[in-house]
């Protein structure tokens, strides 16, 4: 097996691909860890997620940001069935909006600019719009995301860290310019499907 191949480690449970502690998620293994990691260790006052699913990221992220004391919230169109099954721990809520509508938009921008720093994770119907809307509200040090990125930036990748890809570099290169947006952690977001850049300036 290839070093690059997380393949066999995100197939683990059906169409949720990772199982993490009983959390069923539409992430790859190293997607949780990553932003656990990155959440415990910068401690950001508000953590926005975009697109709850079933909810097993929005859990584990939640239990993480309760540990000091910081705001979850996660949002979807969706809030029946399959979704949002799962508990969330401390400051955190669940949405049920679309972010693309008034009420929906002016909620999570308001959020975005309260003090402190934000973490805005884009992963709902059309994560590089919700990118390059977002990140016009960005502060320096915020961090944004986009979720089932692997593209021509990561060679050969796609089948083997990731199966399934709605995000490319290009579609928010130009974000990234105008908001001077760099990377960040890339050793670990590198290969867990999302592009994470933080705003510098």
């Known amino acids: 097996m290839r070093a690059d191949d997380l393949s066999p480690l995100y197939h683990l449970t059906g169409p949720c691909n990772t199982n993490l502690n009983g959390l ?82 002016e909620f999570i921008t308001s959020l975005i600019e309260e003090p402190g720093k934000c973490f805005l994770l884009c992963d709902g119907g059309n994560k590089p719009k919700e990118f390059n809307i977002f990140s016009n509200f960005l502060k320096v040090g915020d961090v944004i995301s986009a979720h089932d990125w692997i593209d021509e930036t990561v060679p050969g990748a796609s089948p083997l860290i990731w199966g399934w890809l709605e995000t490319h570099s290009r579609q928010l290169e130009g974000s990234c310019k105008e908001h001077s947006l760099e990377k960040f952690m890339p050793e670990w977001f590198d290969w867990s499907a999302w592009f994470v850049r933080i705003k510098t300036k």
């Open 24 to 105: 069923e998620m539409a992430q790859n293994i190293i997607a949780g860890p990553a932003w656990a990691l990155a959440i415990l260790k910068h401690k950001p006052a508000m953590v926005i997620e975009i697109g709850t699913s079933k909810g097993g990221l929005s859990s584990l992220l939640s239990a993480c940001v309760a540990q000091y004391g910081g705001e979850f919230n996660t949002f979807d169109v969706h809030k029946d069935g399959d979704y949002n099954q799962y508990p969330l721990h401390g400051n955190a809520q669940f949405h049920w909006m679309d972010c693309f509508e008034p009420e929906g938009f």
